[in-house]
Structures are given as C-alpha cells and as structure tokens.
C-alpha cells in the first residue's frame, strides 16, 4: 500500500504560480512512477505530468508543457508540481498517483495508476 498526500493548492491570480507537492508513505517510494492528474467540474480526469521511479525521465501534457515542472525528492519521498504562468483554465483538483513501472517509465493513462491522493483545488482567477 501507498498513501499520497498532497498539499500547496490555493487561489491565485493569472500568470501566477503555485508548487504543489505529493508526500508518499507505505512502500518505498522510489519503486513508483508518479503522476499528477487534474479533474475540472464536468471534465473528466485528465494526464497532467507524469516522473519516472529516478526521475530521469518526465513526460507532460501539450497543455501545460513549458508552463509546469515536475520533479520529485526520493530521500523525502516526495513529488512536486511547479506550476508557472496558470490560466484560469488550469483551475481544476489536482491528484497525484503512482504506478509501479519500469525504471525510467512512466504512464499518461489514469487507469493504470494504483494508488491516488485525496486531491486538492488549484483555482486560477482571471
């Protein structure tokens, strides 16, 4: 078993950054992938960045490309979501995930992810 939780959501103005992060606890967190989705009202979750298990390999959606940075802290167990120039189209409740993939993967598709987060609302106000 994995608990995620995360935390740093909030309100913020256009062009505004927040950081999120994803504390992992149970079985060793380095042994997962670990992926940030979101899910706006009426919208269905949607692949937002995804950090291989060493962190060497990172993918991201076309959306958010440029604008977000994930990274994660295997030592702390740890994984983040900068998040720079938001739109108020990124206001959506942020989930972070983690799959157990090979080394150096990762995974876009929610349903391949085993374990999730609570969630927690980033708004994004024009």
């Known amino acids: 078993q994995v608990q995620l939780v995360e935390s740093g959501g909030g309100l913020v103005q256009a062009g505004g950054s927040l950081t999120l992060s994803c504390a992992a606890s149970?079985?060793?967190?380095?042994?997962?992938?670990m992926g940030w989705f979101r899910q706006a009202p009426g919208k269905e979750r949607e692949f937002v960045a995804a950090i291989s298990r060493g962190a060497g390999s990172t993918g991201y959606a076309d959306s958010v490309k440029g604008r977000f940075t994930i990274s994660r802290d295997n030592a702390k167990s740890t994984v983040y979501l900068q998040m720079n120039s938001l739109k108020p189209e990124d206001t959506a409740v942020y989930y972070c995930a983690a799959v157990n993939r090979p080394p150096g993967t990762w995974s876009h598709r929610p349903n391949e992810y085993g374990y999730w987060g609570q969630g927690t609302q980033v708004t994004v106000s024009s």
């Open positions: 149970g079985r060793t967190f380095s042994s997962y992938a």
